[in-house]
């Protein structure tokens, strides 16, 4: 079973910086099927990356999704007020077929 | 305009039944995926199964096997989930999600949960 690992599990920045996320999977995932997502609160999730570095319709490009094997990266160049919510990595392809990691908060500093 | 829409927030006691759904449109219905996500209070996203309209091939996560159903109408674009007996564990927001076929490739193909319906609030209280 593929277990995903984010961090940290809380990011406390400030408008305009730069916000880096983890996603570390315990066995290596196909990019192809490395998925990010962004969560409001009262809202549903939101797809922002796929195939690890690709950007879904309508996804700013501040926001960039990197790696490969067990180590991937999602990166907000410059964190605007509406940016501030929790982000989710998920993988596809093994047992279980989908899974997501636990999430990463970024909050206002 | 892709869209899912869900039915409504549901209140229960433990024991009952329950079948939500998850309507479609805007799109091929029987050509993606539906996966099931379920959110507790305060908590993180975690599958619970998905289905293919088109033959109904249906999979779930070892955690949530045998503890609901996933079945879809390709005829009325919805697909639903049931359970046969709730548990006051079961209460959380529960989302459809839209996939597309796995091994798709191409500049349409986009390998995540693209559109999500709403959400629909189970709540499970004696």
């Known amino acids: 079973e593929i277990v995903l690992t984010q961090s940290p599990g809380t990011l406390s920045l400030s408008p305009g910086e730069r916000a880096t996320l983890s996603c570390r999977a315990s066995?290596?995932?196909?990019?192809?099927?490395l998925a990010w997502y962004q969560q409001k609160p009262g809202q549903a999730p939101r797809l922002l990356i796929h195939?690890?570095?690709s950007r879904a319709t309508g996804i700013p490009d501040r926001f960039s999704g990197s790696g490969s094997g067990t180590d991937f990266t999602l990166t907000i160049s410059r964190l605007e007020p509406e940016d501030f919510a929790v982000y989710y990595c998920?993988?596809?392809?093994?047992?279980?077929?989908?899974?997501f990691g636990p999430g990463t908060k970024v909050d206002i500093k | 305009e892709v869209q899912l829409v869900q039915s409504g927030a549901e209140v229960r006691k433990p024991g009952e039944s329950l079948k939500i759904s998850c309507k479609g449109s805007?799109?091929?219905?029987?050509?993606?995926?539906i996966g099931w996500v379920r959110q507790m209070p305060g908590k993180g996203l975690e599958w619970m199964g998905i289905?293919?309209?088109?033959?109904?091939?249906?999979r779930y996560s070892p955690s949530f096997e045998g503890q609901v159903s996933i079945s879809a109408d390709k005829s009325i674009s919805t697909a639903y989930l049931q359970w046969s007996s709730l548990k006051a564990s079961d209460t959380a927001k529960y989302y459809c999600?839209?996939?597309?076929?796995?091994?798709?490739?191409?500049?349409?193909?986009?390998?995540?949960?693209?559109?999500w319906g709403q959400g629909t609030q189970v709540t499970v209280s004696s």
């Open positions: 999600a839209r996939y597309h076929p796995f091994y798709c490739d191409g500049a349409d193909c986009t390998l995540g949960f693209d559109y």
């Open positions: 805007g799109y091929s219905f029987t050509h993606y995926w």
């Open positions: 289905i293919y309209p088109g033959d109904s091939d249906t």
């Open positions: 066995q290596s995932v196909s990019g192809r099927y």
């Open positions: 195939g690890a570095s």
């Open positions: 998920q993988q596809f392809g093994t047992s279980p077929l989908f899974t």
